[in-house]
C-alpha cells in the first residue's frame, strides 16, 4: 500500500503554498515531512487530509485516485489527521469524544473499541473524565485511537510535539512507531530537526512551497539543513561593525508566555549595530523581540534604553522612546486592511491634527510611494498590494529617526529585487545610528547582515556567534540544536 | 461604468424583489396592493400631519443609528444601546421633574441630562469590555435590562402618579419641558437629529479621530502598534455613541411621550443596528434608510385601520424588506469571500 500525491498545485492569490509537489509515501515505514514554518508542509496536509482543496494535482491510495472535497471524505478514504492542537470538545467527556463523528450510538460498542485500542498502544483513559481535565498528550492519544477506530489506513501528525512532555514524546513516537510496523502509512510532519531523525525512516524536505530533496535516514545532519535552509553562499566578514554607546541593555531577562520560557538572557546593542537572531521558529526570538519593545514584560531582570532603564514600561513609552517593531505579519501587525496607503501615511505621522488637509496628505502619499518605489496609489488599500510592497509601505511609514528597529523575518516572501532593496533601507539607517535586531530564518541573509547572531534553541540562547567568523554550516548545526566546539 | 451599472443593479434588486413579495402577501390576505401602497404613503409622508408624526419617530431612529456608526467604526456591536437611551430619557426625566426653570433653560439641561446619562451607561459597556474584557454584547444586553428596570421601577415607584401606581407611565411633565413644534413639526429635535447626522459624516470622513477609530476597528493590534491608544478609543465610541443614545431618549421622553414610559427606548436602539447593517455603515444613507423604516410603520397603521388587516403587516413587510436587503448583501459579500479567503490564508501561511 502506498499513498501518492502527484503535481499538488495550491495557491493562495499570489502565494504558491504548494508549487507542484510530489510526494510518495509507503507503507511501513515513518514518514517524515520537514521544512521551516511557511515552507508548505501544512497546506499539503491540509489538501491531504480534505481542509484545502487542491488547484491541482491527483491523490492516490493503494492506487485508488481519491475526490477529497471536505474533511469527511477523508476519512472516509482512511485519512486521518491529528491536528496541532488535537481536535477535541474539552467539556465533552473522553468517551463521548471517541464516538463523535464515527455514526454510531451504541456507548457499549465504542467503550469496547477504545479498551481495546487502549490496551493495544498502552493509553489509559477513565470514559466519564472531561477531555478539559487531560493533558495535550493525552488528548492526542484519545485523537488518535479515535482515528483508528473510524478506520485510518493513513495517520497524519502536524507538529504534534508542541506542548506536550518528553515522556508522552516517547510515548508517543512509541506509537506511531507500532503503527507503522503493523503496515500503517504514518506521515510525520515538523521542522524540528532532531525529531525527524530520532523517529523517521524516510525524510522529505520542502521548501517555498516545492519538495527539495527526499532520502532515507539517518544522512549527516549537514545533508538536512542544506536542503532546509538551501545552499548557503554567504560571504564571511563585511565591513562596518560600530564601536557606538549602547542603545539596549538587556540584563538577566528571562520571558515567560503560556509555551515557552526563556532562561535568563543578557544582551547589549550598541549604537549602529545589527543582532541577527537565528533558530528554528518558535525557540523565544519573538519573546525577546517583544521584549524589547515592551508588548511582553519580563518576568525578571532588567531592560535599559541607552541610560533610562525601561522594565515594566508599556508599549507607549518605548513608541516614544524611538523603538520600532515590525512583526512578521504585515497584514495583521503593522497594516491594516482596507484603509487606504494615504490613511496608513496619516496614521503613521501621529496625526496630531483633529482635521486632516487630505489633499496635502495624498500629495505626501504620492511623494512617498515614488520615493520608496511601491506599486499602488494613494488610494490603494494595503491588503491589495502585493508582499513586497506592503513591506515598502511599513518601512515607508517608519518615522525618520529610530533609535532601535527590531524586526521580524525582513525578506520573508519577497522577491530578491525587493529584499535587496529592504536591505538598503535597514543598512542605511544603520550607518545613521539605529541599532537593528532582527529574526530570521534565512541563514544567508543573518550571515551578510548581522554583526553578531545569538541562535536560539527551545527558550535558550545557546551561542552567541560573530558573524565574520561564522559559516552556513556551523549556523545550522547550531540552529538544529546541536553544539559545535 | 459597467461597474457602476451592476452596482446599482445589486442595490435595485432586492427592492424589486421585496415588493414583489409584498405585492403577493397582500394578494394573499386580500389586499389590493396599489390601495394599500397608497395607504401607507398617505398614513405617513402623504399630509403635513402624517409626514410630521413620521419624522418624529425617525429622529430617536437616526440618532441612534448615527451613534452605532461610531461604535461599529471602532469595531464594536454596541448592543447596549437600547440602555443608554432608557438611561438617557431617565435622566431626562429627573431634570424634567426635579429641576425648575423656564423652558429655554429647561429644555437643554434635559437635553445635557440625557447625554451624560447615555454617555455613563456607554462608559459602563465600555469599561467592562476594556478593563474586564467582558465582551460588549453580553455586557451590553445586562446593562439593557438593568436600564429597562430601572425605569419601570422608577414608574411604579418613586415617580409614580398620585394615587396610581401603574406602568403607564409617569404624570406628564409640565408644558415648558416639552419641545417645541411648529405647525406639527418638533423643530428642535429634527434640527438636533440633522446637526448629528452631518457631524458623524464628517467625523468618519474627514477627522483623524475617525481614520483611528477605523484603524482601531478594523485591525486593533496594527492600531495598537502605530501607537494608537487603542483603549482609549474604543471608550471614546462608546461615550459618543452613548450620547447620541441620551439625546434620542431625551426626544422620546420630552418631545414624543412628554412622560416616561416603561418602554420609552421604543427599540430604535435594535432598530437601529439594523438601520446601520443596511446602510452597510455608511452615514449618509441612515437617514433615508430610518426615514423609510418609520414611514412603513407609520404609514402601515393605515391598513388595520381602512382595509381591517391585522397591524402586523407593516412588520411583516418591514422584515420581508430587511431580509431582501441582506440576502443581496450576503450574495456581494460571497462573491468577494473568495478574494478575502485568499488574503486571509495568505497570513496564516507565512
Known sequence: MALELVDIHKHFGRVRANDGVTLRVEAGELHGLLGENGAGKSTLMKVLSGFHEAGSGEISLDGELLALRSPRDAIEAGIGMLHQDPLVFLPFTVLDNFMLGSGTNDRGIAAEGLDELSDRFGFSFDHDTPVRRLTVGERQQLEIARLLWLGARVLILDEPTTGISASQREQLFATLKTLAAEGMIVVFVSHKLEEIEDLCDRVTVMRLGKVVGETRLPVPAEQLVEMMFGKIIAPTGRAGSSTGSTTLRLDDVVLGSGLLNTDATSLGVSEGEIIGLAGLEGSGQRLLLEACTGLLEPESGSIALGDKDMTGLAYRSYHEAGVHYLPAGRLE???????????????AAGAS???????AAADRAAALIEEFSIKGTPDSTAESLSGGNQQRLLLAMMPPHIRLLLMEHPTRGLDIESADWVWTQLLERRDHGTAVVFASADLDELLLYSDRILVFFAGRVIKELDARQTDGDQLGHLIGGRSVA | MNDRMRRIGLAVLPIVLAAAVAVLLLLAVDAPPLRSFNLVWNGSLGTTNKLADTLLTWVPLVLAAAGLIITFAAGLWNIGIEGQIVIGAILATWVAREVPGEAYFIIPATLLAGMIGGIIWGLLAGVLRVYGKVNEIFGGLGLDFVATGLA??????????????????????????WMPEVGGFSWLALTIAVIAVIAVFFLMRGTAFGLKLKAVGANNRSAFLLGIPTDRYMLAAFALCGALAGLAGTVQATAF??????SISGGYG?????????????????APIALFFMALSVGSTQLSLRLGLDSAIGGVLQGVLVLFALLAGGVQAKRHLGKRRVAGATLVES
Request: proline share 3%; glycine share 8%; no cysteine.
Open chain 1, 333 to 347: 501587525e503593522g497594516l491594516v486592511s482596507g484603509l487606504t496607503i494615504t490613511e496608513h501615511f496619516v496614521l
Open chain 2, 270 to 286: 435594535f432598530l437601529g443596528i439594523l438601520v446601520v447593517l443596511l446602510a452597510a455603515f455608511r452615514t449618509a444613507w441612515i
Open chain 2, 152 to 177: 419601570v421601577y422608577l414608574i411604579i415607584g418613586p415617580w409614580q402618579r398620585a394615587g396610581v401606581a401603574s406602568t403607564s407611565g409617569t404624570d406628564l411633565f409640565r408644558a415648558e419641558v
Open chain 2, 257 to 262: 411621550h412628554h412622560k416616561l414610559v416603561p
Open chain 1, 353 to 359: 491634527d483633529f482635521f486632516v488637509d487630505w489633499d
